[in-house]
């Protein structure tokens, strides 16, 4: 037996303009979407939403849910409530994982954990390997392939050119190639001059696997693009006729490298934040961004503030007030966010359910109170790590509800929904 939920008043957030709009939900998805539908769905449940605005369910294409073997930090459970927390709905999860999640088995292995234990949709990269090329190509059960040409957290590094060019020749032409594009002969030649992954590393390695992509003629997306530099190399690859995307993480958007040297440590990811100009060409720049991802990399304070702290910081729970701070600044504007979000990695990734709010698809919703003026703070976070380098931070936007499939998942201050309820989202 069906059943008809109806969100009544809302601002709703469409392509380029915003509507106040009823939401008519039945079942998982969306039935309708329109001004007055009360007087259409009499069965319905109604709920008042006046006041609040309507985004499609965010969709994180980046994150790190540590699990296998960094549960201790992450795992399927807390991070895929800390999505939902700041209003994502869908995560798509990369392969660092210990062991890698590199082959058909670790893969099945972790996608079987992921339909008990998490809480939103979720996909994962298959990681490559020197040596994994064609079995990867033909694995469908993966969002897309990932590779790190630049060394990060765990083991998985394919810096050598008969691999990268096994990969970029098998994987096919159809699916994503993701990459973390830093040189690593770069990045050690700089280290050993004391010197910690300047641009150049990242400028290189773009250049490289546009030139891999433009080859073997496969889709390529660009991770964590950081400078404008790579945003050059990517425009130019665009009006030649290539498939590229890219991501810019809030962390480059939003923290430069004077508030690492405030937040030491804390403010240590890969590759690093940058200067201050470096962020502003960013923003004077998104028009070549397809997408923002938090490459939510969670790490426990003990590891932070030990004498080899790794890179990373978790980012699920505060990107999406940071960027409703920056509209309320001017700096963008609520479609943006939207696109950047959900509908243009709906896009990139096939999920041709999700990333918008209109009848057919999947009613995946966030909605938030755009005049809620709070301080992010360390303490109430979801993620296991339990801190964020956005701490003190004060911001006008907050997730007050979140639906995943109809279904509300998050009110504002507790995750609704059970471990299980997350479902698996493929390219097509």
């Given at each position: 037996m069906t059943s008809q939920l109806l969100l009544c008043g809302g601002a709703v957030v469409l392509p380029g303009e915003i509507k106040q709009q009823d939401i008519l939900i039945?079942?998982?998805?969306?039935?309708?979407?329109?001004?007055?539908?009360?007087?259409?769905?009499?069965?319905?449940?109604?709920?008042?939403?006046?006041?609040?605005?309507?985004?499609?369910?965010?969709?994180?294409?980046?994150?790190?849910?540590?699990?296998?073997?960094?549960?201790?930090?992450?795992?399927?459970?807390?991070?895929?409530?800390?999505?939902?927390?700041?209003?994502?709905?869908?995560?798509?999860?990369?392969?660092?994982?210990?062991p890698p999640i590199t082959h058909r088995e670790s893969l099945q292995d972790v996608l079987a954990s992921a339909?008990?234990?998490?809480?939103?949709?979720?996909?994962?990269?298959?990681?490559?390997?020197?040596?994994?090329?064609?079995?990867?190509?033909?694995?469908?059960?993966?969002?897309?392939?990932?590779?790190?040409?630049?060394?990060?957290?765990?083991?998985?590094?394919?810096?050598?050119?008969?691999?990268q060019i096994a990969h970029f020749a098998a994987y096919p032409r159809d699916r994503i190639i993701a990459v973390h594009a830093e040189d690593e002969a770069a990045v050690q030649y700089y280290a050993g001059r004391g010197q910690r992954r300047p641009p150049m590393c990242a400028t290189l390695a773009t250049a490289h696997v546009i030139a891999l992509a433009e080859h073997f003629e496969r889709r390529l997306h660009v991770c964590h693009v950081s400078t404008a530099y790579e945003l050059a190399l990517i425009r130019n690859a665009r009006a030649r006729g290539l498939d590229v995307t890219c991501e810019v993480t809030p962390h480059h958007l939003f923290l430069s490298m004077a508030d690492e040297q405030r937040l030491g440590a804390l403010g240590q990811v890969n590759p690093p934040l940058r200067s201050p100009e470096a962020v502003d060409a960013l923003w004077a720049q998104l028009d070549v961004v397809d997408m923002i991802a938090t490459d939510h990399a969670p790490h426990t304070l003990d590891e932070k503030n030990s004498a080899s702290p790794p890179s990373g910081m978790p980012g699920m729970e505060t990107m999406l007030p940071l960027l409703l701070d920056a509209a309320y600044h001017g700096r963008l504007s609520l479609p943006d966010i939207a696109r950047l979000t959900s509908t243009r990695p709906a896009e990139v990734f096939g999920l041709a359910n999700k990333g918008r709010?209109?009848?057919?698809?999947?009613?995946?919703?966030?909605?938030?109170?755009?005049?809620?003026?709070?301080?992010?703070?360390?303490?109430?976070?979801?993620?296991?790590?339990?801190?964020?380098?956005?701490?003190?931070?004060?911001?006008?936007?907050?997730?007050?509800?979140?639906?995943?499939?109809?279904?509300?998942?998050?009110?504002?201050?507790?995750?609704?929904?059970?471990?299980?309820?997350g479902c698996l989202v493929l390219q097509g």
């Open positions: 039945e079942d998982a998805r969306i039935l309708a979407a329109g001004a007055h539908l009360a007087g259409d769905a009499p069965q319905a449940t109604h709920v008042d939403i006046n006041g609040l605005t309507v985004f499609p369910g965010l969709i994180d294409v980046h994150v790190h849910l540590r699990e296998p073997g960094g549960e201790h930090k992450e795992d399927l459970y807390t991070g895929t409530c800390a999505a939902l927390a700041g209003g994502v709905t869908t995560v798509l999860a990369m392969p660092n994982t210990d339909a008990a234990r998490t809480v939103c949709d979720y996909g994962f990269y298959l990681g490559g390997t020197l040596d994994n090329a064609e079995e990867a190509a033909a694995i469908p059960d993966a969002i897309g392939l990932k590779l790190y040409i630049g060394s990060s957290t765990g083991s998985l590094l394919v810096d050598q050119l008969p691999a709010i209109a009848p057919g698809h999947h009613a995946d919703l966030t909605l938030v109170n755009l005049n809620h003026q709070w301080t992010i703070q360390n303490e109430g976070l979801f993620t296991r790590c339990g801190w964020t380098p956005f701490a003190g931070l004060s911001v006008h936007g907050k997730v007050e509800q979140v639906y995943l499939r109809g279904k509300q998942v998050f009110d504002g201050d507790q995750i609704l929904a059970q471990a299980g309820d």
